[in-house]
């Protein structure tokens, strides 16, 4: 397979080639040739005006569904949405039916999705049957190809548990992620507690439930001396919480979803299904914090929180509605429309080259006789997301017909190309 791109932007700080417009030819999934200009004969042509290249971009904490609840996602359409989304590795939950919580689990996920578009790297589960109570059988998991641990949408909750988990994989020098939320304060929550749940007449998640877990998690992670990774976060404090740790020296990361930068608690005003969270959306105060803590880099990375629910999770009264929104396909015109000043080596970076950094992946630097493991996106297009081209086999988005800024193009991974239409 020959392909070739032309005049292209090339975005990667650790390429020589970073910031020059270049054409690149990709034979048999390497990068054979970077030069100003290339004739290949026979080779597929890829040419469009304003057209960048980066090294492919990384999400952290995606939802499957596969094994056991395949009538919203399964490993096939999963990587189909990732791969419209500009995604080549993908870390996806372990709650699962059953949980990726053994050995055999974690082999699944890894053997079945070698012929897949895209890598997917299982999340080995903290806890037997994530169930909060005994550790899970991480070593056994960590060498049969769990690329970090957590507990996912179920988060620990017990500190001793936690604190015996970041230990143990300080051994092997791998991260727990972990939803910071008490599940006791926030358990009979439907949305942010505040003036718009009062309206609403809503019950209401305090703030504190998350911020109690940001503080207590990190000081665990600093008495073990491990390496902690807090996703979802979405309050001022909790930012603050992190950046004052970060400044202590602590081996302490973080992300954000697109939905907590684009959306606040005054959008929930009619009772959109697909605006209920987990963590629930702030207010318009932590949401303009977060976007802060982007152009500042206390934030690490955006962690899509790609959660399928399919319709009669989402078409029913909003008490009744299961969390989350689909993300995979949206992340990057969602950024890409809140921050169109931010410099585009740091918007590949929150997207991928920072994942890739924390938990230890391979750079893949775009240079000659590298692995092409590449995405191509521009930055200026804008465009209504349509229904219709979603790949997931779920439409929970609130994204749906309203307008975004900038479209991918497609990946280049595994010898293999996709181009979105």
């Given amino acids: 397979m020959k392909l070739l791109l032309k005049q292209v932007t090339i975005t990667d700080k650790l390429s020589p080639y970073h910031g020059l417009i270049k054409d690149i030819l990709v034979t048999d999934g390497f990068i054979e040739t970077i030069e100003d200009s290339i004739v290949s004969p026979g080779a597929t042509i890829v040419e469009r005006k304003g057209l960048f290249v980066s090294p492919g971009w990384v999400d952290i904490f995606s939802h499957f569904n596969d094994p056991g609840l395949e009538y919203k996602e399964t490993l096939e359409s999963g990587a189909n949405a990732a791969a419209s989304g500009g995604f080549t590795n993908v870390f996806v939950l372990p709650n699962t039916q059953p949980t990726i919580g053994n050995k055999s689990t974690v082999e699944y996920i890894v053997q079945k999705s070698k012929s897949l578009l895209v890598n997917i790297h299982p999340l080995g589960a903290v806890s037997k049957n994530i169930d909060g109570k005994e550790l899970a059988e991480m070593y056994d998991m960590y060498n049969s190809g769990a690329m970090a641990f957590s507990d996912g949408l179920l988060p620990v909750q017990t500190p001793g548990l936690l604190l015996k988990a970041l230990q143990y994989l300080k051994a092997i020098d791998a991260v727990l992620i972990q939803l910071p939320v008490d599940k006791s304060i926030s358990k009979f929550g439907l949305i942010n507690e505040g003036i718009t749940s009062t309206r609403l007449g809503l019950p209401g998640i305090p703030s504190i439930a998350e911020e109690l877990m940001v503080t207590r998690d990190i000081e665990l992670a600093k ?33 954000v979803t697109p939905y907590h930068l684009f959306f606040c608690d005054e959008d929930l005003v009619e009772y959109d299904t697909n ?135 497609g990946i280049l991974h595994k010898d293999r190309v996709y181009l979105n239409e």
């Fill in 223 to 255: 008495y073990a001396g491990s390496k902690l990774h807090l996703t979802g976060i979405s309050t001022a404090k909790s930012l603050k919480i992190i950046k004052e740790a970060k400044e202590q020296g602590l081996n302490i990361t973080c992300s």
């Fill in 275 to 409: 605006l209920k969270t987990d963590p629930p959306l702030r207010t318009r105060e932590d949401m303009f914090a977060l976007r802060a803590g982007i152009e500042d880099g206390t934030i690490d990375c955006i962690a899509t929180h790609h959660l399928p629910q399919n319709w009669d999770n989402k078409i029913c009264e909003f008490e009744y509605a299961a969390p989350g929104m689909i993300g995979l396909e949206t992340t990057f015109a969602v950024i890409n429309l809140i921050f169109p000043n931010l410099p585009t080596d740091r918007l590949t970076g929150i997207l991928g080259n920072n994942a890739r950094t924390i938990f230890s992946l391979p750079q893949n630097i775009i240079m000659e006789k590298s692995i092409a493991d590449l995405t191509l996106f521009e930055r200026e297009t804008v465009f209504n997301y349509n229904a219709v081209t979603i790949k997931s086999k779920c439409r929970n988005s609130p994204f749906i017909n309203k307008p975004l800024k900038g479209k991918v193009i």
